[in-house]
């Protein structure tokens, strides 16, 4: 922990500012971008359908962190100038404060509530993605989705309790006084506390890693070298090609989302009591990262899986369409506007 704040603690304000503007927009597009695959993948059949419900849950969680970036965006750029960016200790007084590790979640890039869901969807898609792997031969044949939805339920129930205790955790405490301590004496007291929650998700991530890589690795062999069922049978060939597609896809995603968790917790540890402006910077650009990486994941597999791109080139001609048709219906209104005055 030898890197001065000095320095680093100087330029941040303009950085924070554009930031949090930046993410108005950002976060918008991934919305947008991941809510359309959500549909995407509801309507088409692309994928089997056991990968496709534990997708659709994970895509969920996707979209309301990013609603919730959206929505942090909103308020910090609203109200960045009323924060004292000073303020160190003297939050310490305050008993609402003390030991509740719960309290400051909700500034945190991936809320406690989203991450469990996202850990959990990636485990099963881990075992689901493997033994459709193992069984690419009869794996067609084998339909847990509504299974998947079923036990999907009770973790987004879950996940809401810890939403809702979140809440609780910050009842009465006024919003400028949370944000401060959140943002200064918080990471700088209790460091541990606050990233215990994200090193105890990096286990299970690399484990993820490494099981998409390997299954993604495995499947490209039996297609370049190819196998007898594959040679017979149009439906494992086709299996199989869904293997190669949807481990490359949640090896970049798992990957990307690793590197983004890891680096904005070294990078608040390798820095010596960072002040609330470079805490807050670090929020900021962890934020913007997410929703960055949220827009190129989902835009890549829209681009990558044909029935997508094909689907959302017409979506976008009818967009098109309608503006130009409003565009000159408003022309035609005020033209004949003109002619009676």
């Keep these: 922990m030898n890197i001065s704040k000095t320095k680093l ?3 941040l304000e303009g950085y924070i500012y554009y930031l949090q503007r930046s993410q108005l927009y950002i976060s918008t597009i991934a919305i947008f971008a991941s809510s359309l695959v959500l549909i995407l993948f ?18 969920g969680s996707i979209i309301v962190n990013n609603f919730l970036i959206f929505f942090h965006a909103h308020e910090g750029y609203r109200n960045n100038y009323q924060v004292d960016w000073n303020a160190i200790d003297k939050f310490e007084y305050f008993k609402q404060f003390k030991g509740n590790i719960q309290i400051c979640d909700q500034y945190s890039p991936v809320p406690s509530p ?8 990636l485990f099963i898609l881990a075992i689901e993605r493997t033994i459709a792997m193992r069984l690419y031969e009869t794996y067609e044949k084998l339909q847990l989705g509504n299974i998947v939805y079923y036990f999907s339920l009770p973790l987004w129930c879950f996940s809401l309790l810890l939403f809702i205790y979140d809440c609780f955790a910050v009842y009465g405490i006024e919003e400028n006084v949370l944000y401060n301590f959140c943002h200064c004496t ?14 105890l998700a990096l286990i299970p991530l690399v484990i993820f890693i490494y099981i998409f890589f390997e299954n993604y ?35 970049f995603f798992t990957t990307t989302f690793t590197l983004i968790i890891l680096f904005y917790n070294l990078s608040l540890f390798f820095i010596d009591k960072p002040s609330g402006r470079i805490v807050t910077f670090f929020n900021e650009l962890a934020y913007t990262s997410i ?11 829209i681009y990558i899986i044909p029935a997508f791109y094909n689907n ?16 000159s219906w408003k022309r035609e209104k005020f033209l004949s506007t003109v002619k009676k005055n």
């Design 312 to 327: 959302t080139l017409k979506l976008l001609q009818k967009i098109i369409d309608y503006a130009l048709i409003s565009i």
């Design 217 to 251: 690795g495995v499947a490209k062999g039996k297609k370049i070298y190819g196998t007898k069922s594959m040679d017979d049978y149009l439906s494992a060939r086709f299996q199989m090609m869904e293997n190669i597609r949807s481990n490359g896809f949640l090896a």
């Design 186 to 199: 918080f990471i700088q007291k209790y460091y541990w506390f606050f990233s215990t929650p994200y090193f």
């Design 42 to 59: 509801y309507k088409h059949n692309v994928f089997h359908d056991n990968f496709r419900a534990v997708f659709q849950a994970l895509t």
């Design 114 to 121: 989203l991450m469990f869901i996202n850990i959990v969807m």
């Design 291 to 301: 929703s960055v990486f949220t827009i190129i994941f989902y835009m890549s597999m």
């Design 9 to 11: 603690d100087d330029d």
